[in-house]
């Protein structure tokens, strides 16, 4: 999955760049090096266009589509004919609309990712360590791809009721990420250390 993962981003910042190259092209009216550009680089253009969307389709089918990612899939779904109607037709406004509208969903993509390395659960209230794991786990959105019992397996999420990893390999982990996985920086120790407990009896 995490190869998945880098070859999707890859491919969205190189159908970014092409768009761009495209727009500065005729939004500066340079009318025949534009269609230049378009025709000796339309194959390299379907290649990155097609890997892009079927990546993004198979990371769709394995991810927790939040309202953030749903705005980013509308952005997308709207940007694609409008840069072939802006672009093909030398509709400026058009063009450029379609460009803003992919960077947007962009940006929506990485907010996103931030959003969920987010924890806002308060446990100060809750007394059983195991509780308290159990919120955390909860709300961090861990079961979206673990699961309940850590068994779900979504969007490339290992295991946690069969995990070999060590206390401090998974501290890392859920501190720093693992691509798709975001890290959760913000946990306190205590939080950390509840959780661990938690999925702990996964293996049970």
């Known amino acids: 999955m995490h190869n998945i993962v880098l070859a999707h981003r890859i491919l969205v910042s190189l159908f970014l760049l092409q768009y761009i190259i495209k727009l500065v092209l005729l939004l500066a009216g340079k009318k025949d090096q534009l269609a230049s550009y378009t025709k000796s680089t339309r194959l390299i253009e379907i290649l990155i266009s097609v890997g892009f969307l079927v990546t993004g389709c198979y990371m769709l089918m394995t991810m927790e589509l939040t309202a953030l990612m749903t705005v980013k899939l509308i952005c997308v779904a709207a940007a694609i ?17 379609s460009v803003i509208l992919i960077l947007a969903a962009y940006g929506l993509a990485e907010v996103n990712k931030k959003q969920q390395g987010e924890v806002k659960v308060d446990t100060s209230a809750i007394s059983d360590p195991i509780e308290k794991g159990k919120a955390v786990y909860q709300d961090a959105g861990c079961m979206g791809c673990h699961g309940p019992d850590g068994k779900l397996g979504m969007n490339g999420a290992k295991d946690l009721s069969v995990t070999t990893l060590t206390i401090d390999d998974q501290k890392t982990i859920i501190r ?24 702990g009896g996964f293996r049970k």
């Open 176 to 199: 720093n990420g693992k691509s798709p996985m975001p890290g959760y920086k913000d946990l306190t120790d205590e939080q950390l250390n509840d959780l661990i407990q938690y999925i």
């Open 81 to 97: 004919p409008l840069a072939v109607i802006g672009f093909k037709r030398g509709n400026k406004a058009l063009a450029a609309l």
